[in-house]
Every structure is written in C-alpha cells, then in structure tokens.
C-alpha cells in the first residue's frame, strides 16, 4: 500500500528511530535526577536536542518547552494567554479577554476557543474564504481594546493554504496583542525562522515531519516583554514551570534528530514552481537544483511529484476540482480536490492501494464532512468526495504513478 497521508502522520525516520533506541534502553535516566549520571546523560540528551531545534529555528534554545505535541502546544498556548489574562479582567467584569481564531484552523485550535467561550471568554472566529484564505484586514477589524491572542495557523493541514502569518504578526505587534501560530504542517515545506516570523507563540510536533508521535513542543519568545502564561499542569515544575512532568527523553531525542534531518527552505519553493512546466521538473530534479541546496530541493521535488500527479490526473480525467488555493499559496506537498459524480464513501472503499483521506483524518473517526471544506463552503457532498493527498521526502514518482492509475480505474468505473 502507497503511504499518501503525510498530513495525518509520517513514517519515523531510520536516523531518528537508530538515535531514540538508546534512551530507552541502557539510557534510561529522568533528565531531572540530577544526583548521578543517569540523569546528567539524560539531561544532556535533552539540551542537545533543545539546541538541535533552537539552530533550525533560529532562536535561544531557552524558547523551547517541551509538550506531548501541539494538540497540547494549542492549548497551552491559547488557554494559558486566557488564564493569565482573566485576573487582571476580572477586576473590571465588563472587559473579558477577547481572542481571535479562524474558521481553517484545526480542531485543537477551535475546540479551545469553543471551550473558552462557554466559560465566558470573548470569541472572535473569522470567516475563511473560497479558498481557505484569512486576509490580515479581517484580522485588523476585529482587533478590540480587550484583545490579547491572535491563533493563525501558517499552513492549513486540509488544503495547504499558506497565511499571510508575516503581515497578520506585524499587526499584531502594533496593537500589542500576542500571535500564536499552529505551524506543525509547515517544517521543512516553508521557512520557519524565529528571527524572521513575527509570532510570541509557536506550536510544533514532531511526528509530523519523521519524528516520533508524543512529543511536541511549544515556542515562546523571550527577547520582548515577559509574555504572560499559566501552564495547564500543576507539578515539578519542568521545562520553566510551563510544563511539569518527567520529559520523554527518547521521543524528544528523536524530535531533535528529526531536525536535523530537515533543511530550512530558504525561500517559498512556490516561486520557481509555478514557473515551470512539472512533468519536466520530475525528470529534472537532480539536474536542476543546485547542490548542498537540500532544503528547498527537498521541498520543490515534493512539490513537482504533486504537480505531476494533478497533471497526470487532470489530463486522463475531467469533474476534478481544486479544494484550497491554486499552486501559489499552497504547501509544496498537498494535494486535495473534490471529484464530481461519484459518491464519497464509494470512492474512499474502491481505493485499494493508496493510504490518502477525504476530510481531515486528523480528527478521529468524524462522519462529518469537513470543517475546513465547509466554511470554504464547499458542499457537503462534494466535501465527501474529495481527496486529501500529503507527500513526503521519501514519495517516489513511480508511487505517484500507481495512485494516478488507480484513481483513474475507480473513478472511471464509478462513473460508468
Ligand atoms: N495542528 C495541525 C495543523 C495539525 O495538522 C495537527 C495534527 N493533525 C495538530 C495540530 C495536532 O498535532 P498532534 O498530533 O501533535 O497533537
């Protein structure tokens, strides 16, 4: 079966599978037992992939807290603003904290804000349009002087919609208000550089980019004023009193080495892309990128496979439509279209050897079409009827080419 659901998860890397099996074998120390060497090796496995991370990030590696990944990165980042928020507000009961999301975002970002808003919190969730796009005015309009967290994801994990996260910090910034941004869709497909992004919070997790599942972590930033945050968990006191509880030494060892394994790209791989005819780039892709340029290599190589299955699809199939923006605002890796006049769950069973999904398999066993896909306002049927495809480093053109033929023959004989 050809794994096509790099957005799901990702297959755990061989160097960061081989870097993890020590640490839960004969180095088995809690990185804070600090009275023998179990614990000093274990603590230094741990900095080294805080430092791992902080290099590819551009940042101290003091901004770094560990989480079991960004379902929980999320919600420390949005509920601790909240919490930390609400006792300064609360002398005053008519000025609530307000907080601002968007329709695209994932479900650990709106099942937050939903949960805030039953218990009293001002919520602001802003329409997306046709394709998944938030437009930083939207956000500026809907800046109050109660305002204190902005959550804009960098890419949509549904369709790839990239946000204009650069303009929306910057606003942001002027009003004083904090930016978290859920950018877990995003490592290794777009430049995510500390230094560069004008974000306070910043959500990551590792399985998604050949990592481990269960580790995870949240960014905050230092080099500004003291940006307030209540942890969730009461406990030890780890990871700066943000996070207690024993840190999971091989999966952030792994999280680290996943790092590694990755390069920045160095600017938006989509500016060359839509230059280029993509058939040729497949064959081409050795030739035609520079070396010791992995980065973006790794990223415009994803992003012409893409291109070569949508042309390949496209050209043996008509009823095929784009979910999400055209090539230019779109993670190098997604894929995601509706196909007309089949029905959806006919369509997902008939798909015998690809690994792909309609909707969001991120949120569990869900019947629901997706959330993404309606508030884009994409019918519900032909919601059901689209597909979902995340490439990765290790997707091969002849992997492509099965799922082409294989799509083609069912939608085909669904139609017929
Ligand atoms: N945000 C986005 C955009 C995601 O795609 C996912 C994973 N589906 C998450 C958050 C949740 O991440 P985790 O699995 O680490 O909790």
Avoid at 75 to 85: C, D, E, F, R
Wanted: with cysteine; hydrophobic share 45%; net charge neutral.
């Amino acid at each position: 079966m050809i794994y096509l659901d790099n957005h799901a998860t990702t297959r755990v890397a061989p160097e960061v599978l081989a870097a993890m099996l020590p640490y839960f074998s004969e180095e088995y120390g809690n990185a804070a037992s600090v009275n023998h060497a179990f614990g000093w090796r274990a603590a230094e496995a741990v900095e080294r992939a805080r430092e791992q991370i902080a290099r590819f990030l551009n940042c101290p590696a003091e901004w770094i807290v560990f989480t079991s990944g960004a379902t929980e990165a999320n919600n420390l980042a949005i509920k601790g603003v909240v919490t930390a928020a609400m006792p300064r507000r609360l002398g005053n009961s008519n000025r609530r904290p307000h907080i601002i999301t968007d329709a695209a975002e994932h479900r650990s970002i709106l099942d937050v804000f939903k949960r805030l808003q039953r218990g009293g919190t001002d919520v602001t969730i802003l329409p997306v349009d046709g394709e998944g796009r938030l437009r930083p005015e939207q956000v500026a309009d809907a800046l109050k002087p109660e305002t204190v967290l902005v959550s804009v994801m960098l890419a949509n994990n549904e369709i790839g919609m990239i946000n204009p996260v650069t303009m929306i910090g910057r606003l942001c910034r002027e009003q004083g208000v904090l930016l978290h941004c859920d950018a877990v869709q995003a490592i290794g497909k777009l430049p995510v550089d500390l230094q560069l992004l004008p974000v306070d919070l910043l959500s990551l997790s590792a399985h998604k980019f050949h990592g481990p599942k269960g580790v995870g972590a949240l960014i905050v930033r230092r080099d500004g004023p003291r940006i307030p945050l209540e942890p969730l968990f009461d406990g030890g006191g780890h990871e700066q009193h943000l996070r207690s509880g024993t840190l999971p030494v091989p999966l952030i060892v792994g999280f680290g080495t996943a790092f590694e394994l990755v390069t920045q790209p160095r600017k938006p791989p989509f500016d060359e892309l839509h230059l280029i005819n993509p058939s040729q780039a497949v064959r081409n892709r050795f030739l035609a990128i520079p070396t010791g340029w992995r980065g973006p290599e790794m990223s415009v190589e994803m992003a012409a496979l893409r291109d070569h299955l949508w042309y390949q699809l496209t050209s043996e199939l008509d009823g095929l439509m784009i979910n999400g923006p055209k090539w230019g605002e779109r993670l190098p890796n997604n894929l995601n279209f509706s196909v007309a006049g089949v029905d959806g769950e006919a369509l997902m069973s008939s798909l015998k050897s690809i690994a792909v999904s309609s909707g969001s398999a991120c949120s569990t066993a869900e019947p629901e079409p997706s959330h993404v896909l309606r508030a884009m306002g994409v019918s519900d049927s032909l919601s059901r009827a689209s597909l979902r495809f995340g490439l990765s480093r290790f997707t091969t053109e002849a992997e492509i080419d099965v799922a082409v033929a294989e799509i083609v023959q069912v939608v085909r004989r669904l139609r017929a």
